[in-house]
């Protein structure tokens, strides 16, 4: 799974330097690098997250939707593979209302990019930069049963 990666978009996403510190193609990061494991450690937890897990759906009348256990094997797949190519880690994992899971990486200078997993074969990755609309391209990779 996700043996392949458009590299338009690995070539805008940060790498990390031996030293750590991201390359010199992006602008600096935001935030303090966050760590890979803390993204696997939030992927693995979603696993858990049936259907009204932020509890609001008594009060908004629509609860969220469970995360599906596919989903969350793409995230991690994908995830696995950016680790191993020297991408430096998202500096957000976050679970979306309707069952999917974001990763985002933010620049100082405004800009970010989001990768959303919408179903386990799709990940819409999101650029955001500023002053520019926003470009979205779309990976896609079947599952593999390995």
């Given at each position: 799974m996700w043996n392949s990666i458009n590299p338009e978009?690995?070539?805008?996403?940060?790498?990390?330097?031996?030293?750590?510190?991201?390359?010199?193609?992006?602008?600096?990061?935001?935030?303090p690098k966050a760590e890979w494991n803390e993204c696997f450690e939030k992927l693995e937890k979603y696993r858990s997250y049936l259907d009204d897990w932020d509890g609001q759906g008594k009060f908004l009348g629509k609860p969220a939707t469970a995360i599906e256990s596919e989903i969350v094997d793409s995230a991690l797949a994908l995830a696995k593979a950016l680790e191993r190519i020297g991408v430096?880690?998202?500096?957000?994992?976050?679970?979306?209302l309707t069952g999917s899971v974001s990763f985002d990486w933010l620049f100082e200078n405004g800009d970010?990019?989001?990768?959303?997993f919408v179903d386990p074969e799709t990940a819409d990755v999101f650029f955001l930069a500023q002053g520019s609309d926003i470009e979205?391209?779309?990976?896609?990779?079947?599952?593999s049963t390995i």
């Open positions: 978009i690995l070539a805008r996403l940060p790498r990390s330097a031996v030293n750590g510190s991201p390359n010199e193609v992006h602008p600096s990061l935001s935030v430096s880690a998202p500096h957000g994992t976050y679970p979306g970010s990019i989001e990768f959303d979205r391209l779309t990976l896609t990779e079947a599952i």
